[in-house]
Structure formats: structure tokens, C-alpha cells
């Protein structure tokens, strides 16, 4: 069974990358900024796409956080050289989401752990 959203092949990730690019290209020819910044974007996210695919360095990793710091740096900027209300709904969410993540990441530990530890006492018992 094919999955609705499959991961995505190199050459999907280099295609999409070069249609961003052109769209990149074609917001400085037209000076429109809209389409320079989600053209940006675009491109950052296949990038990073394009790098996670079969990836376990940590240098990998690391490019990936910086990537989606980039993509948060220029929505941002849109969002300051345009005033756009969709830019700054979307820059709440995105904030939202990476609180949410950190909260997480450092809660689900402390709470597996001490999951484990109950089941580890009640092993002990027996």
C-alpha cells in the first residue's frame, strides 16, 4: 500500500529545489517580495529535505537545525519588510510549535523514566 505522503526521493527534493529556485529568481526579476520569500523558503525546505534523506551524522542533524533556523529567520523577515497577516499567524505557529517541541523533548524523558521505574520496582518485588 502506498503511503499518502511518502518520503521524499532525491530527485524530488532536487526538482523541488530547482522549481524554487527559479521561483527565487523570478521574485527578484518581478521585485516582488512575496514571491523572493516563499521562494526562500522553498528552497531551504528541500534542502533540508534533500540532506535528511538517509542521514545519522550528527553533522547532518546539525545542518537541519540551522536549515529550519534559516526558514524561521525568513519568514520572520517577511513578515517584518511586508506586514502580512499570514506571515504572522504563521511565525505564531511556527513558535508555538518549537515551544511545544522543547517542552516535550525535555518532559518525555522524565516521564519515561519514571515509568520505567515502576515497572523495573514491581520486577524487583517478585
Not at 506571515?87 to 522543547?102: E, R
Request: with cysteine; net charge positive.
Amino acid at each position: 500500500m502506498m503511503e499518502l505522503w511518502p518520503w521524499p526521493s532525491k530527485w524530488r527534493c532536487l526538482w523541488g529545489g530547482v522549481l524554487a529556485f527559479v521561483l527565487f529568481l523570478g521574485g527578484i526579476e518581478s521585485s516582488r517580495v512575496d514571491l523572493i520569500l516563499f521562494g526562500a523558503i522553498l528552497l531551504f525546505v528541500a534542502t533540508s529535505a534533500y540532506v535528511v534523506i538517509e542521514s545519522e551524522h550528527r553533522s547532518k542533524r546539525a545542518l537541519k537545525v540551522v536549515l529550519m533556523l534559516v526558514i524561521f529567520g525568513v519568514v520572520i523577515y517577511g513578515y517584518v519588510v511586508t506586514g502580512s497577516f499570514i506571515l504572522g499567524v504563521t511565525t505564531l505557529i511556527i513558535v508555538a510549535m518549537v515551544l511545544f517541541a522543547f517542552v516535550v523533548s525535555y518532559l518525555l524523558p522524565k516521564i519515561r523514566s519514571k515509568s520505567r521505574g515502576y515497572s523495573q520496582d514491581h520486577l524487583k518485588e517478585e
